[in-house]
């Protein structure tokens, strides 16, 4: 069971970019799939969900509109649209799964290595 996040990088305020979390060794449409972000000296903060039964997703209300989460079954890649990034986004960002519908990292138990994001002009 292995998870791989990419599609971190520089970007400047408003910009866009696009996370993807790939999946080997099993099926994600199967898991919750969730985002996470950890700022330098900061805790790590769950960012988005998607539900494995009918694909609905929950969202921070920080990143509420500016963040669309998405999933690919066919790819068996989960995707995390950012747009309108704001210097406050920057983390290292890292994708997860689990059993339940939660955007707390207890619940999640295979975890991707993070890709980094910076936001700065």
């Known amino acids: 069971v292995q998870l791989q996040a990419s599609g971190g990088g520089l970007v400047q305020p408003g910009g866009s970019l696009r996370l993807s979390c790939a999946a080997s060794g099993f099926r994600l449409d199967r898991w919750v799939i969730g985002w996470f972000r950890q700022a330098p000296g900061k805790e790590r903060e769950g960012v988005s969900c998607i539900s494995s039964s009918d694909g609905s997703t929950n969202y921070v209300d920080s990143v509420k509109g500016r963040f669309t989460m998405s999933r690919d079954n066919a790819k068996n890649t989960v995707y995390l649209q950012m747009a309108s990034l704001k210097p406050e986004d920057t983390a290292v960002y890292y994708c997860?799964?689990?059993?339940?519908?939660?955007?707390?990292?207890?619940?999640?138990?295979?975890w991707g290595q993070g890709t980094q994001v910076t936001v700065s002009s």
């Open positions: 997860a799964a689990g059993p339940t519908y939660s955007p707390l990292a207890p619940y999640y138990r295979s």
